[in-house]
């Protein structure tokens, strides 16, 4: 089954006034809808925009998984455990809260930030915080993220290319930039699709297209905080 959800769905956050702009594909903050919580591990999926000099002041995260994919721009990164790096598109970044960590977000380059967040309920609640950062993550290349037994597949497609979308109980796909056709459906930028038993799907790019793809156990899991 594939449950299609546009970009102009959406539900409108951030701080226009502060030069942020988040798209939210889940109940999040002041966002509540109890039918659309999560869906398997992940509990969120934001798209943010900021705008130079704007950011996310020092906030607390706990037993969340949280992995970032830069579209343009640079994020900087800083955290409570003496992480700071700068992230950068092609780049994947992962925080795990654990136990609790602290950090920092901002756009302090001279353009404009786009990035995508998404967060994953850990299969374990606890344990220590940690942090990586691939670098220029080859296309097709899994990023295994074992703590909410989930992998993240980063695919970069030509004009008519095809890929096979991986065969799952779940999967989540976001499509980042560019037109595709994923079985029956047409996806545009920030259209996602949630599907239950993948299986010899097939997704067409109608242009240049960079498509994320979360393969996940399970489409249903129990709410764990964040």
Partial sequence: MIDVRRSADRFRGGDPASGIESLHAF???RFYDPDNLRFG???ACNEERLE???GFDEHPHSHTEI???VVEGELTHRDSAGHATVVRPGDVQRLSSAGGVRHVERNDG???LVFVQMWLAPLSPGGDPSYETVHGIADSTPYALPQAGAMLHVRRLTVGERTAVPDAAALYVHVVRGEVRLGDEELG???AARITDADG????AAG??????WELNEANSSPAGV
């Fill in 27 to 29: 109940s999040f903050g």
């Fill in 41 to 43: 591990a992940i509990l």
């Fill in 52 to 54: 130079p000099g704007a």
């Fill in 67 to 69: 992995v970032t994919w």
């Fill in 110 to 112: 001279d353009a404009p």
């Fill in 189 to 191: 930028p920030g259209d």
């Fill in 201 to 204: 799907l097939v997704l067409t």
């Fill in 208 to 213: 240049t297209a960079e498509v994320l793809f």
